[in-house]
């Protein structure tokens, strides 16, 4: 069903749209570049610094592995010597392995660094249309990137967070490079849980389909050891059959593409209500006109992180097409998310809505008083009760048939005769 626009916003004609990519059914979004086919110059010159790279990360291996051989062999004497001194003073090794060693107290952080940020916007500079060179080189070469001020450097680092952001909510301009992003991201994918199965012991299945028919990528499916068997025992399901059902929803039936009022009015809801029973562990609904008590109160379940600036009320009740996806945004990335008050939480809240209802405040929405309170109304048929009789059920009766107190017995009758 396609969803029905505002009457401010001029109408498309879907069909008659340029639907032929992902990039063209997004306009709105940005677009990752594509890079242009290279010269016979570049060629050649990509060419040579391909074989300049192979000599010096072959020299680079060899000095690698003689440094590594003389510490190796420093080791040694270290070890020998510890063995020495545990000897002499009458303590273990490890006591004096650990009165020599320090201990690591600090991570190695995995947030942008100005080295890369200094390379990104190099990069920036010289593939305006040229080949890309070595970019160390060019940056130990440009006087106007060293010595640097924090501020300076904090500007190249938020560049280079900001270029990173955009890289991953952009869209892909062809159909080919789309499905080469999702085969080598699906194929990271795999062997993490191929991993985390062998660490853990976690059992995972993951089914992934195109989203729309003039997409490349293919159903596909992956699975830890034996899970499968649970489609096909419990389900009587085999794993290509849900793989070709998923690709025939996800391009006939899926969900609208477009980032309208009403998908993301949809889509909102959806995600509160199942975050919402997920929380609780059964099926239910929000109640936002009484969420203070039919939620908070009685369940005990709050929402934390709501976006600020959006009242909070239904998804269907708000037409800003922003909010609606800040909302989204927030519920899916999980800086929106229900959980489970504590109980010093529920009495804290409990007592809070006491003392407003002692002041008069009203802390539950009243409901509708119907128009006709207080006339009697009679119920549907109120006036037959006086007449309904009770049914007798067929068949045989379940009491026993009356027989007589004495029996006459045959040999009883023909005494009698005889008298």
């Known amino acids: 069903m396609i969803a029905q626009h505002s009457s401010a916003a001029p109408r498309v004609d879907l069909a008659e749209a340029n639907n032929s990519s992902w990039a063209a ?9 594509s890079r242009e086919p290279l010269t016979t110059a570049q060629k050649a010159c990509a060419k040579a610094q391909r074989a300049s790279r192979k000599i010096t990360s072959q020299q680079r291996k060899e000095a690698e592995d003689m440094l590594n051989s003389a510490i190796q062999q420093m080791l040694a004497k270290e070890a020998q010597k510890v063995n020495n ?27 942008a660094q100005l080295e890369n940020a200094l390379m990104h916007a190099k990069a920036e500079q010289v593939n305006k249309g040229e080949f890309l060179c070595d970019l160390r080189m060019l940056v130990k070469e440009d006087t106007a990137m060293q010595n640097l001020t924090e501020g300076e450097k904090q500007q ?15 869209v ?23 991993s985390l199965a062998v660490r853990t012991r976690i059992y995972a299945c993951v089914f992934a389909s195109r989203g729309h028919v003039y997409d490349t990528a293919q159903a596909t499916w992956f699975r830890t050891d034996n899970v499968m068997d649970f ?9 290509d059959e849900i793989a070709r059902k998923l690709e025939q929803w996800a391009c006939m039936a899926g969900l609208d593409e477009c980032e309208t009022v009403q998908n993301m009015q949809r889509v909102c809801t959806r995600l509160l209500n199942s975050g919402l029973s997920t929380c609780f562990r059964r099926d239910i609904r929000i109640n936002y ?29 708000l037409n800003d097409l922003n909010s609606l996806l800040k909302v989204r945004c927030a519920l899916k990335d999980g800086s929106c998310h229900w959980f489970r008050m504590s109980p010093r939480q529920c009495e804290e809240y409990n007592a809070l809505l006491d003392a407003r209802r002692k002041k008069g405040e009203v802390v539950t929405k009243p409901r509708k008083k119907r128009s006709d309170a207080g006339i009697p109304r009679k119920r549907k048929g109120k006036e037959n009760l006086h007449r309904r009789k009770r049914a007798r059920a067929p068949g045989p009766s379940m009491q026993a048939p009356k027989s007589a107190e004495f029996v006459c017995t045959s040999e009883e009758e023909s005494s009698e005769d005889e008298a």
């Open 289 to 317: 006109a009484s969420f203070n008590t039919a939620i908070k109160e009685k369940l005990g379940i709050d929402l934390r992180g709501w976006p600020e600036g959006i009242p909070f009320q239904s998804p269907t009740s």
């Open 156 to 170: 190249y680092i938020d560049n280079l967070i900001e270029h990173r952001a955009m890289q991953n909510m952009s």
């Open 231 to 239: 489609w096909e025992d419990v389900l009587q399901m085999e794993a």
């Open 172 to 194: 892909h301009a062809t159909n080919a490079s789309a499905a080469r992003d999702v085969q080598s991201t699906l194929d990271n994918v795999f062997k993490m849980l191929d």
């Open 25 to 33: 059914r997004n306009p709105d979004r940005p677009v990752l570049a």
């Open 85 to 111: 001194i545990a000897l002499e003073h009458g303590v273990t090794v490890e006591k004096v392995k650990k009165l020599m060693g320090g201990i690591k107290n600090y991570k190695s952080s995995h947030s």
